[in-house]
Nanobody
Framework: VQLVESGGGLVQPGGSLRLSCAASGFTFGASGMSWVRQAPGKGPEWVSGINTVGSTTPYADSVKGRFTISRDNAKNTLFLQMNSLKTEDTAVYYC???????????WGQGTQVTVSS
């Protein structure tokens, strides 16, 4: 199983980024997926999740209305569109495969997002 995140970087407050997660080694379309982030000195924070067909997409209150999770099962890719970014969104963002109970199963290596002026 491989989960490879990309799209992180440095952005000013109010800006946008789109994260991608390329998945391989398993049947992507049959797996729920999530994004989790970890800020410096803090524990992991669940950000959002998506079911196999994209019809269920819960969000953490901290990102609701600003972030959008989506997936392209034909391309085995998970996305996180992040708008109106704030300094407190600075973190390493991880792509996760989750089990049928929405429990973390496998993690990617993460991509750094830094929001700073």
């Amino acid at each position: 199983v491989q989960l490879v995140e990309s799209g992180g970087g440095l952005v000013q407050p109010g800006g946008s980024l789109r994260l991608s997660c390329a998945a391989s080694g398993f049947t992507f379309g049959a797996s729920g997926m999530s994004w989790v982030r970890q800020a410096p000195g803090k524990g992991p924070e669940w950000v959002s999740g998506i079911n196999t067909v994209g019809s269920t997409t819960p969000y953490a209150d901290s990102v609701k209305g600003r972030f959008t999770i989506s997936r392209d099962n034909a391309k085995n890719t998970l996305f996180l569109q992040m708008n109106s970014l704030k300094t407190e969104d600075t973190a390493v963002y991880y792509c996760l495969r989750i089990d049928p109970y929405w429990t973390p199963w496998e993690w990617g290596q993460g991509t750094q997002v830094t929001v700073s002026s």
